[in-house]
């Protein structure tokens, strides 16, 4: 591992430490990192700005942020440094004071801001121990000059009102209702716990106050920004006490320090939930028993540092179940630390709660979820097989799902609803990916209800028949599946016919909604309803097996018939049963979408159909910063099409390089043998090789992101809604299981890869149910895909599998290519 200041302009990575480093606080966008991993979350930016919230960003969340305030990132955990005169931020901004030294490190699940000014350097190290409700945020400062120092430290946080919407909303209720409670350094947070909630917050910090505030205006002062609060300025708390408005919490503090010394405070950012009998310690006084047992584990910076080690023990065990030695050290990168992390990332909040997900609009999407979980299975399966099984009991009893449900109640979103035709089989992927990873075929037995109904329960193998049959039972004129409201692409909308802008596309169907249909869920159909064939073979349902290969093998014909446009498949066919995505169109001629899965399904492997459907993609979609959606552009908009037609030219779904379906081809290619292609499509989307083009990507260069501005833009390779994207578990999956090749089947592991000619020896350690496996993969004859010559300890193996039922313990494979 390495640190790779190459082309630094606002960090650089520090592989050796699992750490992207941040040198300025004024990067082109607010760079993120999430903290926590078990249903208590927060956001922290690189100057210290998000929320956190406890498992649902919309109905516990703690803390306020501004989206789209002026200036950038406003709202967040910031510690204001005074000496003598002049104050500044501990981690960079929001005070805009020109510091002699800042640097912020995110690294796995915590994030360090390095400061100093005038002689006085800070540190912060913000993170959310294991198993534990609340973010630790411990603050050293040190006097590294040569006379003795008072500096005053203030904190500062401000408080949501648990519902974040209603928050933002309902100012005529809101601003009265705001109550706090102050008892020696803490500052608990109780609106509206007198009445239907039975939890509270709490800010702390383990030494003795020499003041604190907890009224906003107090703080600030009038018509001031967090850039310059006056009680900073005055140097001196008002000890104010909120009754309504807007409560905060802000505790002040004078250190004396002498020349080197340095003084840790500790503090606590904590999320407490009571039985209701146990609400009261007596009389509209909060039951404080537990909040102080909580910020007691957390009162020395030993004890801090302990729980650091015990995080970062957490993720190296994580991290190192799938590493990889290869010639690149980009790819080595993004495969061993940044990707596999912003899998966890993803799986955990699906697309609920970033700095372009406001936390309020949606859930656990049922695709988004289900497709997190192949980035993410090898890790912590047991929390992916509860993530299913929660995903199956949102399925209604014809098939079909809800497209989201909330986190905190795990019911489906009935705002939202369902009627996305692509939701059912998005399950068949991920129960068939966990069980090949694991070995684990007790999930299909799981009781799982249907619809948040009681007396429809059944075994979670019944909830993926009925997946399955769902596509058989909503076919269209020409046999293909009704798309429904919207397909993969949830901006194509062709049963809406919007003309109202005050109406959701993805929420207004309009009609009977029986003949525009999708030849991506058709692909979509053929590719896991093999799979499904497949389980139902490993499970000896040989007579389902037949007649659902019966109609696996209908539609992959129909496909042939009715989808191929002569260069590439057809995307679509609209309400009025026109083509989408035909040469015959003016605009959106062709799309990725059906490329992909079509290919990925083998539909015309063998007539050439899925290599001149790739040569298109590449000829038509291909630019230097990943395939776009479709091309050409869409230049007016056009009801029948929906919302893809609603965005310009570049951007989003309209010929914007939309990252989540580039892995598609990537698995394509690597499939036909055509290793530097997919490798080539690999790599132009992935951070790890974006690092010359930080001003204009803008987006964290860590992690993926959902949109790249296409070439019709105008600003092509711009990057928008980074971290939570299907992009990190899809460019996982097929850089791990088809560009290195190892692939977890029903027996055990096959090592198929399809690599860069260039690439003599790879080299992968791999955990796979109980073994350890030391994997070298030799390539002396320059190759990117061939047959594979096996052997394990010393003994040559038949075939290229290695049979998991054979092996425990430690194992040696070498596994040459020829």
């Not at 991506?520 to 064939?533: D, H, K, N, T």
């Not at 040989?542 to 009715?562: G, K, N, P, Y």
């Not at 990725?592 to 050439?608: P, R, T, Y």
Request: with cysteine.
């Amino acid at each position: 591992m390495q640190t790779n200041k190459t082309n630094e302009q606002f960090g650089y990575f520090d592989d050796a430490n699992y750490e992207y480093v941040i040198t300025t606080p004024y990067t082109p966008t607010p760079w993120i990192n999430y903290l926590g991993n078990d249903g208590f979350y927060g956001l922290i930016s690189n100057t210290a700005g998000g929320y956190c919230f406890d498992r649902d960003p919309k109905f516990r969340r703690l803390t306020r942020y501004r989206y789209n305030s002026v200036p950038l990132d406003n709202g967040g955990r910031y510690f204001y440094i005074r000496d003598e005169n002049d104050f500044w931020s501990a981690t960079g901004r929001p005070v805009n004071t020109e510091l002699d030294e800042y640097s912020c490190r995110h690294g796995m699940g915590y994030s360090r801001f390095n400061a100093s000014k005038n002689g006085i350097a800070t540190q912060v190290t913000s993170f959310i121990p294991l198993d534990t409700k609340a973010e630790v945020h411990s603050l050293v400062v040190t006097n590294n000059n040569d006379t003795e120092k008072t500096v005053d430290v203030f904190s500062f946080i401000e408080w949501c009102l648990w519902n974040a919407e209603d928050d933002g909303a309902n100012f005529q209720r809101n601003l009265s209702t705001g109550e706090v409670e102050v008892e020696d350094s803490t500052i608990y947070h109780k609106t509206e716990y007198r009445e239907r909630r039975n939890h509270y917050a709490f800010y702390s910090v383990n030494r003795e106050l020499d003041g604190y505030d907890t009224n906003r205006e107090s703080f600030l002062g009038q018509y001031r920004g967090f850039d310059r609060p006056q009680v900073v300025e005055n140097g001196q708390s008002t000890n104010s006490f909120a009754r309504g408005w807007s409560p905060i919490a802000s505790q002040h503090l004078k250190l004396k320090l002498a020349p080197g010394e340095s003084q840790s405070l500790e503090f606590v950012l904590g999320y407490i939930e009571v039985e209701v009998e146990d609400k009261w310690e007596s009389k509209n006084v909060l039951n404080k028993t537990p909040a102080k047992a909580l910020a007691a584990r957390f009162d020395t910076h030993e004890k801090v540092n302990d729980e650091l080690k015990k995080l970062n023990d957490y993720w190296h065990n994580l991290l190192t179940k799938f590493s990889v030695d290869t010639p690149d050290d980009k790819f080595n990168r993004a495969i061993n630390i940044w990707n596999q992390y912003q899998n966890m990332v993803t799986f955990n909040l699906s697309r609920s709660a970033s700095f372009y997900e406001s936390g309020i609009g949606r859930g656990m999407g049922f695709r988004d979820s289900n497709q997190d979980t192949i980035g993410f299975a090898h890790m912590v399966p047991d929390k992916v097989k509860e993530r299913i099984l929660d995903l199956s009991a949102t399925q209604k009893p014809d098939g079909s799902a809800y497209h989201q449900y909330q986190p905190l109640t795990k019911k489906g979103n009935a705002n939202i609803g369902g009627n996305f035709n692509d939701d059912p089989m998005w399950m068949v992927l991920s129960t068939t990916n966990y069980i090949k990873e694991t070995g684990d075929f007790s999930i299909l037995d799981e009781m799982v209800i249907y619809d948040d109904q009681e007396e429809a329960t059944h075994d979670h193998f019944d909830h993926l028949v009925r997946a399955f049959n769902h596509v058989v039972n909503n076919l269209g004129p020409h046999g293909l599946p009704l798309i429904g409201r919207a397909d993969w692409n949830d901006c194509l909308n062709l049963n809406c016919f919007s003309e109202n802008p005050n109406e959701s596309y993805q929420t207004t169907q309009r009609g009977a909604s029986d003949v525009a249909e999708s030849v991506m869920i058709a692909g979509q159909f053929v590719l896991y309803g093999q799979e499904f064939v497949d389980l139902c073979l490993e499970l000896g349902k040989f007579e389902l097996a037949a007649s659902c290969l019966a109609h696996v093998d209908t539609m992959r014909s129909t496909i042939e018939q009715h989808a191929w446009d002569g260069e590439w498949y057809l995307r679509a066919y609209d309400s009025r049963g026109e083509k989408v995505g035909s040469n015959e169109n003016e605009e959106g001629k062709i799309f990725i979408e059906s490329q992909g899965f079509c290919a990925m399904a083998g539909v015309g492997l063998d007539n050439g159909k899925v290599k001149q459907a790739l040569d298109s993609v590449e000829k038509h979609l291909s630019t230097d910063f990943g395939i776009m959606l479709n091309q050409p552009a869409f230049s007016s908009y056009n009801k029948y099409l929906g919302e893809i037609t609603s965005y310009p030219p570049g951007y989003k779904e309209n010929a914007g390089i939309f990252c989540h379906n580039n892995p598609w081809i990537t698995i394509s290619e690597a499939m036909i043998g055509r290793g530097e292609k997919a490798y080539e499509y690999y790599s132009k989307i992935t951070p790890a090789y974006l690092q010359d083009v930080q001003t204009l990507h803008k987006t964290e260069p860590y992690v993926y992101s959902q949109m790249v501005a296409g070439n019709d833009s105008a600003n092509p390779g711009e990057a928008k809604n980074s971290w939570l994207t299907g992009t990190a578990a899809w460019n996982y999956y097929a850089a791990t299981q088809y560009i290195l090749g190892i692939r977890p089947v029903y027996s055990g592991l096959e090592i198929d890869p399809c690599i860069l000619p260039s690439w003599d020896k790879v080299n992968v350690k791999r955990e796979f149910r109980g073994a350890q496996y030391d994997i070298e993969l030799r390539n002396p004859n320059g190759l990117s895909k061939g047959q594979i010559e096996l052997n394990i300890d010393g003994q040559s193996v038949e075939g290229s599998i290695i049979n998991a039922t054979t092996y425990s313990g430690q194992h040696t494979v070498v596994a040459t290519l020829v």
